[in-house]
């Protein structure tokens, strides 16, 4: 049973006026209190009414209820009180739960008291359809609903899946800073702030550096927090602030990232199916296909990545022809995963269009030893990661090639002077993994607040 469940159990029970007292207690928790007089407390998620009787819906972060007031049942002010109560006003409500099959929790609750704790009108989110830039101006209220709580729940079983994950695989976290002196994943997308005597700092897009000397240290470490891109993308994999999780083995090489991040990948889609069934069928996902990320995932070079390309582009599925020597573009990632059920993992990309910091394949030296995971049905990239150069001399060669700053990296190349060993890792984003898993069209939904390059509100 999952522990925020056990953490749900009963609140103190509350008097009412008239001194009776009934336990207060979550919506998801109805099950254990069938025949028993209960206080619900929450908002107003929809108010039906039929002549002598009302049917209130209540939400209360954990579920929604839907509550039967029989006019003779309740006080007259009670009636006058909830018949024209709007949308999202808080109340309390104390009535009997009774076990109903055909009511969407599998219970209703039979309402013997009511109190108004906030009467609200003209809730701007109704149950009529409304544009998208409308729900995202009233993010802070659009989470209320049915569907973003279904998808932050997936979210939140994500983040548990990433973390139990790597716990239980002997993993130790190591979190790394979010202000940073340089970049790591290249110069074009660094949020840049003002830090003290003039210095500047770049809001962090990788902990990976830094996750490089803690695997010194304690020899497989992660690092779990929000990462920033200035990306001036304006697409549906894209955000300005994530939240990446990003593990690192010391004596590894990208074999070990490939077998890690199937194993990985794999417990965060059967987590969700365990814990989430629920939330799937309001997103109406099709659970089939989560049932088919299972280790192993086919791997495929870049080479055959780009020979797949080619054919597709031969048979007229893709427009333009793709250069070995690219990066893939959004529609050449969709096909090259739509080739395949599960998801595929690409590796050894030419070196020129990768980080600073890969190590190369000793048989051809031009390709990195690089891995993309990319997700099934067309969800795109979610991981990305490889092994890690180890040679001083190379890394400081590449340092220059880069034109990146010598003594922001001097702390970088001491772990190349100081017992440098082969190792690698991966960085797998959060959103994305929730959209796939989820089945939704846009990482928008998939974090609370996002930040993308047109929105930094609500
Ligand atoms: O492929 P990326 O850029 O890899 C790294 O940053 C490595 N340093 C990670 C490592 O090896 N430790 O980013 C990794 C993942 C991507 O596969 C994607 O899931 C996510 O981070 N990501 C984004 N998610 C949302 N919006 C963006 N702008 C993202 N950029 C990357
Ligand atoms: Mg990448």
Redesign the pocket.
Known sequence: MATEEIQQEEQPATTTATGESSPQVYINQLSKHVGAEVTLRGWLYNLRSSGKLLFPQLRDGTGVVQCVVFKKAVAEEVWDALKNLGQESALSIRGTVRADERAPGGFEVDVVGAEVLHAVEGYPITPKEHGTEFLMDHRHLWLRSRRQHAILKVRHTVVRAVRDFLDNDNFTLADAPVLTPAA??GTTTLFEVDYFNDEKAYLT????LY?EATAAAFGKVYCFGP?F?A?RSKTR????E?W?V?P?MAFAHLDDVMNLAERFVSSIASRVLEERQEELKVLERDTSKLELIVPPFPRLHYDDAVKMLHEGHERGELDARFEWGGDFGAPDETYISKQFEKPVMVHRYPAAIK?FYMARDPERPELALGV?VLASEGYG??????ERATSLEFLEEQIKAHELPREAFEWYLDLRRYGSVPHA?????I???TAWMCGIEH?RETIPFPRMLYRIRP
């Open positions: 790591c994943e897009q990788s902990g990976q996750n990462t891109r990306e994999r894209h955000l300005t994530f990446m990003e690192e980080a993309d990239e979610v991981i990305g990661g490889g890792g991966f960085g797998m984003g959103e994305r993994c990482v």
